[in-house]
């Protein structure tokens, strides 16, 4: 796989969290846990990005 594709897969995953967190902030029935693991993911996944750009 390539670096580009890599970084591509990892965007589209980072959307998917992105969208996931919006539901579960608009969701009475999510956690402030549940949240806050999904931010955790995306940001380890930005900065994944981050890193893999830079090269």
């Known amino acids: 796989m390539s670096v580009s ?3 591509e897969q990892l965007q589209k995953k980072h959307q ?3 969208d996931s ?3 579960l902030q608009r969701s009475p029935s999510s956690t ?3 949240i806050a693991a999904l ?3 995306k940001l380890a996944i930005k900065e ?3 890193k ?3 090269h």
Do not use: F, M, N, R
């Open 5 to 7: 594709s890599h970084i």
């Open 16 to 18: 998917t969290l992105s």
């Open 21 to 23: 967190v919006e539901v």
């Open 32 to 34: 402030d846990a549940e």
């Open 39 to 41: 931010k955790k993911q």
């Open 48 to 50: 994944e990005i981050g």
């Open 52 to 54: 893999l750009s830079a």
